[in-house]
């Protein structure tokens, strides 16, 4: 069963903000995981100082 409109010019355009939105939140996610995983990467934790004492 075929749509009984196929006008693809027009399906163009109305999918282009849906479209754009979704890739902004994919990389808005994969923004938030980056920093996520940069946040929660160990930190150096040799001695750089002698405590005497």
């Known amino acids: ?3 009984p409109q196929t006008n693809i010019d027009r399906q163009k355009k109305r999918h ?3 479209l754009l939105g979704i890739v902004a939140a994919v990389i808005f996610a994969l ?3 980056l920093g ?3 946040w929660m990467a160990p930190e150096d934790t040799s ?3 002698q405590q005497n004492g």
């Open 36 to 38: 996520l995983g940069g």
């Open 47 to 49: 001695p750089t100082t």
């Open 16 to 18: 282009r903000g849906p």
């Open 1 to 3: 069963m075929s749509a």
């Open 31 to 33: 923004a938030l995981v």
